[in-house]
RNA sequence: GCACCCAUAGCUCAGCUGGAUAGAGCAACGGUUUUCUAAACCGUCGGUCACUGGUUCGAAUCCAGUUGGGUGUACCA
């Protein structure tokens, strides 16, 4: 479609004498109620021409339809030159492009891109916002790679720490030698359970402290557990045998139930980073910045970084004891990624409470004179939250991930059911398709909101299989590879058609689409872009097949070349909803 | 207090760099199957795009302010 700009410009020029860039055309597409399929907004190019909105759309569609015979007509309303396409020409395009092996595949670009996300703490089970997390970082790094990017998808998992000694020292204390084995349960949740018990115990104490007098603030300080738990975390620190190898038995309980969550979501990673490796760096860096001047030094020894300039407050990036921040791992577990994969863009997918960290992260590496700084972006998505609010770990309103799987999965299965569409399925089919199906209608839910928005989720209220769902687009592609299988060895050719039916034009023009819409949604780290195309997609298609007979089309030719709309659409549905991490039955 | 994000139909969401009468799905109501999968299709109903002002030929979109909601502002991670 890019002629229709270029057609602009040359007219322009022709008819008004004016060199216009090609950003100064406005090109859309035509709202359905008008008769065309690309619309050049005329109302701009007036003070050029000096006629009416009106009388310049017509010149202009005028010489375009004289001179591009990929235009067989135009309209003008107002300011709006409709133009329409040639049956002969979108047929080119379907012929040419969409049917072409490399249609929507993009040439490597010879960039590389590390992507981060799924970063999980290892005291507790993954739940829904975590699942949101990790279908987000898995389906950009699916986009980007389509778009021709190299990528690195890596999981920063943080596996030590003061939260993780608290469900050790819960077990310790609590547990009675309880493993995974002996209880029947995923590791990732036994552990998580100690986690609870450690909070438990914890307030109660705290409320004993209080009867006797303390304040909340002291109480909380003082609790025996809270100072059992920080000891414990000294000892860690100090590589004491004992809590070191409690603290690597349990963390490999988390990991093996962790595998298992990701594994039924789908997701992998190809780099693993551990708190535990990287707690320590980022020191060299802070002696890198007081050297540069970028960091000063305050009378009790800590290190300040002053970013009031930059409309930010001023940040510690080291303890007057010499011990690190947040922030302070984090640049150092950045240089890391550099110097591992020295990558041209890292993108970090993590929740919106962290926007104020990684704004000042970024600033502080660019301040420093890291090129690659320029190269990093916060991937920032909203808290996932329930009718009741935020939903919090230590207090169970959680929505635990392996929980929702399996109720989605067994969700897609009754509806499987009711509507009685799985004779002829072996049982490992039916498997695999509620799989597929229940998985999904999660997925789709999660992906086709904008990632900045916050997502509302209603336990009661179950994830939709109809309208504009996963399970929708799922089924459009088994429609259509049903369709294909019964029409049997054909060579698809279809060289006598020359005329399409409405319906016809519109998928053509919705399938040349696709690969504006991967490269959209790279540029944007959108998924909820390729989600809303394919839903649009398989909409269209399924009015297409509603209006048209494919198999029983009486022209040879018809037939065939439905056949083939058909053959490309799937593909296309395909491609897109495995950009989602979805995948797609054959039968459903 | 300050900073950032969000606000579109009863509900969940689209709406590209400003462009035509703001679109889908769900819910509600009605229709479509002797014909390729009815998880589908077609139709009806449903909106002061939070509010006010500004910029513009033109604003849901840009700017300012107001209201409401969320998050952050720790020598926690």
Request: glycine letters at 8%.
């Amino acid at each position: 479609m890019d002629f229709i700009i270029r057609g602009a410009l040359q007219a322009v020029k022709a008819l008004y004498n004016t060199e216009l860039n090609e950003s100064d055309i406005n090109l859309q597409e035509t709202r359905k109620e008008f008769e065309g399929e690309a619309t050049i907004v005329t109302f701009p190019l007036t003070r050029y021409s000096k006629k009416s909105p009106e009388q310049t759309g017509n010149e202009i569609g005028e010489y375009i339809k004289e001179n591009f015979d990929q235009v067989g007509g135009f309209n003008v309303i107002k300011g709006f030159l409709n133009l329409s396409f040639t049956d002969s020409y979108l047929l080119s395009t379907f012929r040419n492009e969409i049917q072409n092996e490399q249609f929507g595949i993009f040439p490597s670009v010879g960039k590389k891109v590390m992507v981060e996300y799924s970063s999980p703490n290892t005291n507790k089970p993954l739940h829904l916002g975590h699942i949101r997390n990790n279908l987000l970082g898995y389906s950009v790094s699916e986009i980007l790679a389509a778009s021709g990017y190299d990528v690195v998808k890596a999981n920063l998992v943080n596996d030590r720490g003061i939260h993780i000694c608290k469900s050790m020292l819960a077990w310790q204390k609590f547990g009675k030698g309880e493993t995974p084995e002996s209880s029947g349960l995923k590791g990732d949740h036994l552990v998580g359970k100690y986690y609870v018990i450690f909070d438990k115990e914890y307030k109660k104490q705290i409320e004993e402290l209080k009867a006797s007098g303390e304040t909340e603030e002291d109480a909380k300080k003082n609790a025996p557990l809270i100072k059992e738990a920080q000891q414990m975390l000294q000892k860690w620190e100090a590589g004491d045998e004992e809590v070191i190898n409690l603290w690597k038995t349990m963390n490999g309980w988390v990991y093996a139930g962790f595998d298992i969550t990701y594994n039924k979501l789908g997701v992998s990673f190809d780099k693993y980073y551990y708190e535990s490796n990287t707690y320590l760096l980022g020191k060299d860096i802070i002696d890198e910045g007081l050297a540069k001047g970028v960091f000063v030094k305050k009378d009790d020894n800590s290190v300040w970084i002053d970013l009031t300039a930059d409309g930010l407050d001023e940040k510690l990036v080291l303890r007057g004891d010499g011990t690190s921040v947040y922030i302070t791992q984090d640049l150092g577990t950045a240089q890391l990624k550099y110097n591992d994969f020295k990558m041209d863009q890292s993108i970090y997918v993590v929740g919106n409470e962290q926007d104020y960290h990684f704004k000042v992260l970024f600033l502080i590496l660019d301040k420093l004179g890291k090129a690659w700084a320029k190269g990093m972006y916060h991937l920032s998505y909203g808290m996932v939250d329930l009718p009741s609010g935020k939903m919090k770990s230590r207090e169970g309103t959680v929505v635990d991930a392996d929980d929702l799987i399996e109720e989605m999965v067994d969700t897609a299965r009754k509806r499987t059911e009711e509507l009685g569409k799985v004779e002829g399925f072996s049982e490992e089919e039916k498997k695999n398709l509620y799989r597929m199906i229940g998985l999904g209608a999660l997925k789709y839910f999660l992906l086709k909101v904008e990632p900045k928005k916050r997502l509302l989720f209603d336990p009661n209220e179950s994830i939709d299989f109809q309208g504009n769902t996963g399970p929708f687009i799922q089924y459009t592609h088994a429609r259509i590879c049903s369709v294909i299988s019964k029409g049997g060895e054909t060579d698809h050719s279809f060289d006598k058609i020359q005329d399409l039916s409405a319906t016809e034009r519109e998928l053509i023009l919705a399938l040349s689409r696709y690969p504006a819409t991967v490269e959209a949604a790279a540029k944007e780290y959108s998924p909820a872009q390729i989600a809303n195309y394919s839903y649009d997609l398989a909409k269209l298609y399924n009015k297409f097949y509603h209006e048209e007979p494919i198999l029983k089309a009486e022209d040879e030719d018809v037939r065939n070349f439905r056949l083939s709309l058909s053959a490309s659409t799937a593909t296309v549905i395909r491609k897109s909803m495995n950009l989602l991490g979805i995948e797609v039955p054959e039968r459903m």
